[in-house]
């Protein structure tokens, strides 16, 4: 769902003043006016229109989870529904679609709000549903980010990374391009909320971003090679799981040449499906 005209929703904590419009008759000069409600451009106008939707939620019965202060929560008897906010948009589920559809009308009450119908898209994620289960990739993400480097047309390899690589101990000639080697980490970033396989090699590339070298630019264009060949790879997440956590870690003592620090890593399962992972020195 998707609320229209969200900021405006919500009064301003803080004294906030304008001038007054153009056109605006009056006899002193000087006068402003003082704002009322929240307007766009403000600073504090997104803090306080998250704060007015999470106190509507809570006056609904919605718990706000401490691991993610997006999500809400209401769980009573057989009933569970849960709700994913972005600044003015909201990803609902639960277990009972009468219970979702009243839900949505009481939000209908307190806001004007928009119904976009079964998830699809959302914040680079496609979302593609079938019989008994989810499939998220980021397969347009992917496609526009070799795209927009120009390596449509370039060779593919299997791995992001070679394996007997001296990255962190390289002292070469800096990289001229500067600028797009940080806007590519900062899009593979973003591309391992749904890769696992990349976040050793976005880890690794990240602590370059300073001045990375030729030799950092090329393994950052292996990376992109590698998902040049399964650009919709995703995660499925099937209805038929047993729910069993299952938890996989490893270590690497001291492998940082520099700074002697250890690599550690860890990769959760719900049943089959992947749900959590990281890699962090």
Known sequence: MDVHNAFLHCNLVVEVYIQLLPGFNSTISGNVCRLSKSLYGLRPTPRNWFAKLSTTLKEIGFQQSYVDYSLFSYLKGDVSIHVLIYVDDLI??????LAIRKFKEQLGERFHMKNLGILKYFLGIEVAHGKDSLFLSQRKYVLDIISETGLLGACLVSTPMEQNHHLATINGVVSD??????????CLIYLTIM??????????L????????????DATLRV???LKG???????????????????????????????KSLTSYFVLLGSSPVSWKTKK
């Open 177 to 186: 391009d500067l600028e797009k080697y940080r806007w590519i980490v900062g």
């Open 224 to 226: 992109l090679w590698s």
């Open 206 to 217: 990240a602590q370059f971003m300073g001045e990375p070298c030729v030799e950092h630019w």
């Open 92 to 97: 609902i589920t639960g277990s009972s679609s």
């Open 230 to 260: 399964c650009p919709g790879q995703g995660i499925l997440l099937c209805e038929e799981s047993n729910f069993q956590l299952y938890a996989f870690c490893d270590s690497d003592w001291a492998s940082c040449p520099l700074t002697r």
């Open 195 to 204: 890769r696992p396989k990349l976040c050793y090699s976005v880890l690794l």
